[in-house]
């Protein structure tokens, strides 16, 4: 056994886990552990694994094992508290279950369907997946945190856990080297830090062999830094704001990991990091909403360790970032919240976490992520009052793609209104071939036009051209703002976030479409998104141009073609929408908020015809977000034109300015 395998205070520690405030962030999660102590365990069954296999379904099965390890999250926090005979015996209970449970691998991830056809798991061949990594590393955790009481209440334990967890996570880390997520013929993507930081972990507790302890942790050092290298310089993540705390932040704690094992990160990494701090901030919109793109929930489903942000802006010297994480202390359930895996709780409850004086948001004005393609401008830095908008460029094979090249979303008074839809509970289906049968990943439900009858399409290929952003746009009379030479940041000329402009400079987005589309003939087709402050109003307007366009040389002819489906403008709107002919009044009231003010998008009546399509809702991923439905407001070119521009104007109900397109 080693001494102090991880950074956190163990049982021994009685100032720590017996002191006031941490006992007070527990009660709720102490008087839960009491009230389920002595009743059955959770229990997935053969028959929740073979579902996956059998009609898709992956959620029955991973409720229950992740049921099973929350409790004894629970049953293991409450030990340390008190650690009492009968509270060391519930972890133990827990722990043996998870020893002996058939596989720690999810079944949707597993092979052993494709490798032998079966539909339980093949306990012979375990496999190295994302929750054969928690476990891992949930277990490593409870052994250096209540190794002592648990030699003292259970002898032998500890060695099972040593020999479940060689046998299923450690010898597969280091024996077999094609794992995918580890960058083979694959990009690197957020699967790579969150296993081989549960691996670490493992690892620095669970390996008593000096020699191969340190050959893990070598290997370990080699992906993290691989995984920073694949971020773009300017600290963006294609995956957005969810898959930014199952990536980074995932690389964030294996880097804390490592450092406490003697490696430090490379000066190109701390680049990285630096860079990458900035990005959960730079999406917030207000409250508990972000700006989501690819598959992600706009409001979060889960409680993220903003400590771990905290520690590292600190570190880092990057204030902001280091205020938006401290904004969270003063929330309730801000120092520990129950859904918090085990070695995510103990770092909120430890560490300077947990004195963090409670801030306020800083709500940056402008955010420019031009590698990654995702732009952000509120009317009011530092205040939720007024419009937000995003903008995203990009191409559409991203990881967790969603066919969203050009896509915009709007938030009014800090709430999105003009929305993604965001992430569905997995199936079968939510990876490979099927992926784009899926209506919330296609472009169609996505803010981006249907040219011509034709969707977006998914692939690499299909991508943004030129994308750019300019700050200090004053304002024209139509709301359509006129570019001062300020400033511009293009994909292709900066490298670094950008953070600037003040409350009454405008500012644009210009994205260029045509490569998302195959659409035959089509030679151009500009996006062109405003901000202005002072009107307090958004505007997109689209710019095309076809092969049959009239030429510029009247001698010239050019046959008609053969007649054409008219482009349809798509717009996911939440909550309400009342229609009336060239306006669409959005209400949306989230948990029953009360009503402010009510966002407007008028448009040209006379250009296009106007419908409203009401997307009844039943994923409960979606329906936490958005409720019972979304709503997709339709319109449709009367005129297939070869040329053109269309614009909408989107501003709130009451403001000063007056409505028109």
Not at 294 to 307: F, H, V, Y
Not at 620 to 647: D, I, M
Request: net charge negative; hydrophobic share 45%.
């Amino acid at each position: 056994m080693t001494a102090a395998s991880l950074p956190a205070p163990d049982v021994s520690a009685r100032d720590h886990w017996a002191a006031g405030h941490v006992v007070s962030a527990l009660t709720p999660t102490l008087a839960w552990a009491d009230a389920e102590r002595g009743t059955p365990w959770p229990q997935p069954l053969a028959s929740h694994y073979a579902r996956f296999f059998r009609d898709g379904d992956r959620t029955v099965y991973e409720a229950q094992v992740a049921a099973r390890q929350a409790r004894l999250t629970r049953a293991t926090l409450a030990a340390l508290v008190d650690p009492q005979d009968d509270l060391v015996d519930e972890v133990v209970d827990g722990v043996l279950l998870l020893c002996e449970q058939s596989s720690w691998c999810w079944a949707s991830h597993d092979d052993t369907f494709d490798r032998f056809g079966r539909v339980t798991p093949t306990v012979t061949e375990p496999h190295l997946d994302l929750g054969a990594g928690e476990v891992a590393a949930q277990l490593a955790w409870i052994d250096h945190l209540l190794g002592h009481a648990l030699d003292e209440r259970a002898p032998g334990v500890r060695w099972r856990v040593r020999q479940e967890t060689q046998a299923r996570v450690l010898r597969p880390f280091t024996d077999r080297r094609d794992w995918w997520w580890l960058g083979v013929d694959h990009p690197i993507m957020n699967w790579s830090p969150w296993i081989q930081g549960n691996v670490l972990a493992a690892n620095l507790a669970l390996e008593d062999d000096p020699d191969r302890r340190a050959a893990t942790t070598a290997l370990v050092a080699e992906g993290i830094a691989a995984y920073w290298a694949s971020l773009p310089a300017d600290g963006g993540v294609d995956e957005g704001y969810h898959y930014w705390w199952q990536g980074a932040a995932r690389a964030l704690e294996a880097q804390d990991l490592l450092t406490f094992a003697g490696t430090d990160p490379a000066p190109e990494a701390l680049d990285r990091i630096r860079a990458t701090l900035a990005f959960p901030h730079a999406m917030h919109l207000g409250g508990d909403w972000y700006v989501n793109v690819a598959d992600g929930a706009a409001r979060p489903l889960a409680t993220w360790p903003w400590n771990v942000v905290h520690t590292w802006a600190e570190r880092m010297g990057d204030a902001a970032a280091a205020q938006h994480a401290a904004s969270y202390r003063g929330q309730p359930g801000g120092l520990f919240d129950e859904r918090a895996s085990l070695p995510r709780a103990v770092g909120l409850l430890s560490g300077s976490w947990v004195n963090a004086p409670a801030t306020t948001p800083p709500l940056v004005g402008r955010a420019t992520f031009p590698a990654t393609g995702i732009a952000v401008a509120r009317t009011v830095p530092g205040s939720t009052r007024g419009l937000a908008v995003s903008v995203k460029g990009g191409h559409n094979d991203e990881n967790h793609n969603h066919v969203d090249v050009g896509s915009v979303i709007v938030a009014l008074d800090g709430v999105p209104v003009v929305v993604d839809a965001g992430k569905p509970t997995y199936r079968a289906g939510s990876f490979g071939p099927d992926r784009y049968d899926l209506w919330v990943v296609r472009g169609d439900w996505h803010n981006v036009p249907r040219v011509r009858g034709v969707e977006q399409a998914p692939g690499p290929e299909f991508a943004a051209g030129t994308f750019e952003v300019s700050d200090g746009v004053a304002a024209a009379g139509d709301g359509v703002g006129e570019r001062r030479a300020d400033r511009s940041v293009g994909a292709d000329s900066a490298t670094e976030p950008t953070f600037d402009g003040g409350p009454t400079a405008g500012w644009r987005a210009r994205v260029e479409l045509a490569g998302a589309y195959p659409v035959a003939g089509l030679e151009q087709w500009w996006r062109e998104v405003t901000l202005d402050p002072a009107a307090e109003a958004v505007t997109v307007e689209d710019s095309w141009r076809f092969t049959d366009a009239a030429p510029a040389d009247p001698a010239e002819h050019i046959e008609p073609a053969e007649p054409v489906a008219p482009t349809a403008w798509h717009w996911m709107l939440a909550g309400d929408v009342e229609l009336t002919p060239g306006r669409a009044v959005v209400r949306f009231t989230p948990d029953g908020a009360p009503v402010r003010r009510d966002l407007a998008i008028t448009w040209d009546p006379q250009a296009v015809d106007a419908a409203v399509d009401v997307r009844a809702l039943d994923d409960p991923e979606l329906t936490a977000v958005w409720g019972e439905h979304l709503n997709r407001l339709r319109l449709t070119a009367r005129a297939a034109a070869p040329s053109g521009q269309f614009r909408v104007t989107m501003r709130p109900t009451g403001s000063g300015s007056q409505e028109v397109a």
